[in-house]
């Protein structure tokens, strides 16, 4: 085995885990005017909502298939608060 394949080995799990991380790291939105409860209000109906589509539904009656509901839910419910006047500002 070279150099060059145990580097890669030694290396990839932590290249996954930062991979991994980022992609569950905080979205942060602002909104001209508005307070910390008012997103907190607009998130968690958007959660609610979001709680209530087939894609939910359907990962709640079997988790193993549908391996994309975490993505799935993130870009939906960044959407709806999108929708509502809120802007990412993700750093």
């Given at each position: 085995?070279?150099?060059?394949?145990?580097?890669?080995?030694h290396?990839?799990?932590?290249?996954?885990?930062v991979?991994f991380l980022?992609?569950?790291?905080?979205?942060?939105?602002a909104?001209?005017?508005?307070?910390?409860?008012?997103?907190?209000?607009?998130?968690?109906e958007?959660?609610?909502?979001?709680?209530?589509?087939?894609?939910?539904?359907?990962f709640?009656?079997?988790?193993?298939?549908?391996?994309?509901?975490?993505?799935?839910?993130?870009?939906?419910?960044?959407?709806?608060?999108?929708h509502?006047?809120?802007?990412?500002?993700?750093?």
């Amino acid at each position: 085995m070279s150099n060059l394949q145990r580097a890669t080995i030694h290396i990839m799990p932590w290249v996954l885990l930062v991979l991994f991380l980022t992609s569950c790291a905080p979205m942060q939105f602002a909104k001209p005017g508005a307070t910390e409860k008012e997103l907190q209000y607009d998130s968690y109906e958007c959660n609610r909502d979001w709680e209530r589509t087939a894609g939910a539904i359907a990962f709640h009656l079997d988790p193993m298939g549908n391996a994309y509901y975490g993505f799935q839910s993130r870009e939906w419910i960044s959407e709806c608060l999108m929708h509502k006047g809120w802007k990412r500002v993700d750093g």
